[in-house]
């Protein structure tokens, strides 16, 4: 199972569900332990931080070391408002709850910002701060802490003890679980399912990518601050050691030693990491002595090799035990979308004046004007290195121009943003194909209707997104069979050879109801047959009303497909007009061949 994709498992999460939920309830012959059931209590407690560290870090692509940070905040506002206002838990873990969101917000403002090294570094140095300001408080008792938290209660029942508290844990950690992945497999979950690795695609289809960050920051913060709640009225105390930046680091470990990119990775990890702590510290000091920490040692070597040879984590092996299903269907029916009105044909769409883009002392594109007229197609040619796909870049909103302007449909568009130009109905396809290739075909072209459906994050979660869910997914599902992708629909994006991947991207610009698409190169790496459907298609959208800008290196499908063509060296126009026209042009037969006799 790759990195991303998140099947619907349903027989290990019913077994995992006997299983936990059993434990402490067997008979007397069987029954477990009091001391087994605190290590479980541990594991639950360490899987909702982890769950939590999966949507971060193993989806989003945001490395974080400071999470026990915020079980710390979870845990110290319970202790405080409980001990010192008598305040209800349950009232506290709401107060918890707002306090870490709103110090999540302002931290992830900050540092989901940074990328790189700077983002690990980032948040070592808040999980630091916060980590010395429990300690260094005198209304949260220093580095001694706050004693006599009340236990849980639940209406009359009493939750005191380790194994009456249990069940609670455990219906929070799966509870973690069923959310996330309702989350992922949802809307804005494709959304944040392509911030690892192809947020600049989710940009051009609409994504809020900062937003996106911030977002599941502050939602695997809450699970962390959720986490410390429980384990300040599981232990009755609560003092900084546990939210240091030792635990920060384990938490991680514990996600990407059961999967950093599998939400059922993040329990087995904790199970393994928990146990195999425990079980080094009971067995090593009686066979190394109890001079040294040798345990830590030990185990630093054992996780080592674990990553060595399972670079995916632990999970990935559990789960060829178990069928899996895409997670994504298109529905048999559904409503359909809206779509634009199509502009009369003849009209000026798109208008580039003198547009220049340098990236220091290189001129990219040099002063380049031309114009796409609704319902026809322009071809916009070059040698390798003539500023072509810099040309789409600016009309897109990926880089901004130095110079000039880029009107479409009478409004200037060279000062916005990538998703706020194709809300306008321009869509793009890649030169370097762009695609989330753990997510299944169907899924990657859904991810092309983000901005035409609505529903949010806390919708998702609870799963009332079902109707826009069907009506994306039947729009997705209809662009597949529109471009003859149809037959792949549940395969793994990653999986299609080159050619297919590029008819994927087009069906996934169409999915964004474009007035204008943008295709870079779409030619390349089809064969002859798979060349002359693509020009069909293209032939039908534009008896469709569709306005298509294309770059490509294939000089019969462009004569043969545009009503004028665009031709471009060293970043400067050198030719335009009628297809014939352009193959004559002096300066086009010098550019291309080094000029005839």
Same mark, same amino acid.
Request: proline share 4%; net charge positive; with cysteine.
């Given at each position: 199972?790759?990195?991303?994709?998140?099947?619907?498992?349903?027989?290990?999460?019913?077994? $995992?569900?006997?299983?936990?939920?059993?434990?402490?309830?067997?008979?007397?012959?069987?029954?477990?332990?009091?001391?087994?059931?605190?290590? $479980?209590?541990? #594991?639950? /407690?360490?899987?909702?931080?982890?769950?939590?560290?999966?949507?971060?870090?193993?989806?989003?692509?945001?490395?974080? $070391?400071?999470?026990? &940070? +915020?079980?710390?905040?979870?845990?110290?506002?319970?202790?405080?408002?409980?001990?010192n206002f008598a305040l209800s838990p349950w009232l506290a873990l709401i107060a918890g709850i707002v306090l870490t969101a709103a110090i999540a917000l302002v931290i992830g403002g900050v540092t989901m910002r940074l990328s790189g090294h700077f983002l690990p570094l980032g948040t070592i140095a808040w999980g630091l701060s916060l980590y010395y300001i429990f300690g260094n408080v005198d209304w949260l008792g220093k580095y001694d802490g706050i004693n006599g938290i009340p236990a849980l209660s639940f209406f009359s029942l009493s939750l005191a003890s380790g194994r009456g508290i249990y069940y609670?844990?455990?219906?929070?950690?799966?509870?973690?679980?069923?959310?996330?992945?309702?989350?992922?497999?949802?809307?804005?979950?494709?959304?944040?399912?392509?911030?690892?690795?192809?947020?600049?695609?989710?940009? !051009?289809? %609409?994504?809020?990518?900062?937003?996106?960050?911030?977002?599941?920051?502050?939602?695997?913060?809450?699970?962390?601050?959720?986490?410390?709640?429980?384990?300040?009225?599981?232990?009755?105390?609560?003092?900084?050691?546990? $939210?240091?930046?030792?635990?920060? #680091?384990?938490?991680? *470990?514990?996600?990407?030693?059961?999967?950093?990119?599998?939400?059922?990775?993040?329990?087995?990890?904790?199970?393994?990491?928990?146990?195999?702590?425990?079980?080094?510290?009971?067995?090593?000091?009686?066979?190394? %002595?109890?001079?040294?920490?040798?345990?830590?040692?030990?185990?630093?070597?054992?996780?080592?090799?674990? /990553?060595?040879?399972?670079?995916?984590?632990?999970?990935?092996?559990?789960?060829?035990?178990?069928?899996?299903?895409?997670?994504?269907?298109?529905? &048999?029916?559904?409503?359909?979308?809206?779509?634009?009105?199509?502009?009369?044909?003849?009209? =000026?769409?798109?208008?580039?004046?003198?547009?220049?883009?340098?990236?220091?002392?290189?001129?990219?594109?040099?002063?380049?004007?031309?114009?796409? =007229?609704?319902?026809?197609?322009?071809?916009?040619?070059?040698?390798?290195?003539?500023?072509?796909?810099?040309?789409?870049?600016?009309?897109?909103?990926?880089?901004? =121009?130095?110079?000039?302007?880029?009107?479409?449909?009478?409004?200037?568009?060279?000062?916005?943003?990538?998703?706020?130009?194709?809300?306008?109905?321009?869509?793009?396809? +890649?030169?370097?194909?762009?695609?989330?290739?753990?997510?299944?075909?169907?899924?990657?072209?859904?991810?092309?209707?983000?901005?035409?459906?609505?529903?949010?994050?806390?919708?998702?979660?609870?799963?009332?997104? !079902?109707?826009?869910?069907?009506?994306?997914?039947?729009?997705?599902?209809?662009?597949?069979?529109?471009?003859?992708?149809?037959?792949?629909?549940?395969?793994?994006?990653?999986?299609?050879?080159?050619?297919?991947?590029?008819?994927?991207?087009?069906?996934?610009?169409?999915?964004?109801?474009?007035?204008?698409?943008?295709?870079?190169?779409?030619?390349?790496?089809?064969?002859?047959?798979?060349?002359?459907?693509?020009?069909?298609?293209?032939?039908?959208?534009?008896?469709?009303?569709?306005?298509?800008?294309?770059?490509?290196?294939?000089? @019969? *499908?462009?004569?043969?497909?545009?009503?004028?063509?665009?031709?471009?060296? +060293?970043?400067?126009?050198? &030719?335009?007009?009628?297809?014939?026209?352009?193959?004559? @042009?002096? =300066?086009?037969?010098?550019?291309?061949?080094?000029?005839?006799?």
């Amino acid at each position: 199972m790759s990195a991303n994709r998140l099947p619907s498992l349903k027989k290990p999460f019913w077994l $995992f569900l006997v299983v936990i939920f059993l434990l402490p309830v067997l008979p007397a012959p069987v029954r477990v332990p009091e001391y087994w059931i605190t290590l $479980f209590n541990y #594991i639950g /407690l360490y899987s909702i931080v982890a769950i939590g560290l999966v949507l971060l870090t193993g989806i989003g692509g945001m490395t974080s $070391f400071g999470q026990a &940070a +915020f079980v710390g905040i979870g845990a110290y506002a319970t202790a405080y408002l409980t001990t010192n206002f008598a305040l209800s838990p349950w009232l506290a873990l709401i107060a918890g709850i707002v306090l870490t969101a709103a110090i999540a917000l302002v931290i992830g403002g900050v540092t989901m910002r940074l990328s790189g090294h700077f983002l690990p570094l980032g948040t070592i140095a808040w999980g630091l701060s916060l980590y010395y300001i429990f300690g260094n408080v005198d209304w949260l008792g220093k580095y001694d802490g706050i004693n006599g938290i009340p236990a849980l209660s639940f209406f009359s029942l009493s939750l005191a003890s380790g194994r009456g508290i249990y069940y609670l844990i455990w219906a929070v950690a799966l509870m973690s679980v069923i959310s996330v992945q309702n989350l992922l497999d949802s809307r804005p979950g494709r959304a944040i399912r392509a911030l690892r690795g192809a947020s600049v695609m989710a940009e !051009a289809m %609409g994504v809020d990518t900062v937003w996106m960050r911030i977002v599941i920051f502050v939602y695997s913060a809450v699970l962390a601050a959720i986490s410390g709640f429980l384990y300040a009225h599981l232990q009755r105390a609560v003092n900084p050691t546990p $939210f240091g930046l030792n635990h920060g #680091i384990e938490y991680l *470990f514990m996600a990407v030693v059961g999967g950093v990119a599998h939400v059922w990775g993040a329990i087995l990890g904790a199970a393994i990491l928990t146990v195999l702590q425990d079980y080094l510290q009971s067995v090593l000091p009686t066979l190394l %002595g109890q001079s040294g920490n040798f345990e830590i040692i030990v185990f630093g070597v054992l996780m080592v090799v674990l /990553l060595q040879y399972a670079r995916q984590g632990v999970w990935p092996f559990v789960a060829r035990w178990f069928p899996r299903d895409p997670s994504a269907r298109a529905p &048999a029916s559904a409503a359909a979308l809206p779509q634009r009105t199509k502009p009369s044909t003849g009209g =000026a769409l798109l208008v580039v004046d003198r547009v220049r883009k340098t990236f220091g002392g290189l001129v990219a594109v040099n002063d380049v004007s031309f114009e796409v =007229a609704a319902g026809e197609i322009v071809a916009l040619i070059g040698p390798n290195g003539a500023g072509k796909s810099t040309t789409f870049n600016l009309v897109t909103g990926v880089l901004r =121009a130095t110079s000039g302007t880029i009107r479409f449909a009478g409004e200037r568009i060279d000062t916005l943003r990538s998703r706020e130009i194709v809300r306008r109905g321009i869509a793009r396809t +890649f030169q370097h194909v762009k695609l989330v290739p753990g997510m299944t075909v169907l899924e990657n072209v859904t991810l092309g209707a983000h901005l035409r459906g609505s529903t949010g994050i806390s919708r998702s979660i609870a799963r009332l997104n !079902a109707a826009e869910e069907g009506r994306l997914l039947a729009e997705a599902a209809s662009q597949l069979r529109r471009v003859g992708l149809e037959q792949h629909m549940d395969d793994e994006a990653g999986s299609l050879a080159l050619g297919q991947q590029r008819i994927l991207e087009i069906a996934r610009a169409l999915c964004c109801d474009p007035v204008l698409l943008l295709l870079d190169e779409p030619a390349a790496g089809l064969r002859y047959q798979e060349k002359q459907r693509l020009g069909e298609l293209l032939r039908r959208l534009k008896a469709e009303g569709m306005s298509i800008l294309l770059v490509e290196h294939d000089m @019969d *499908f462009v004569m043969n497909l545009a009503d004028r063509v665009v031709v471009m060296e +060293f970043g400067t126009r050198i &030719a335009h007009g009628l297809p014939r026209e352009v193959q004559n @042009d002096p =300066a086009v037969l010098e550019a291309y061949l080094g000029g005839v006799e």
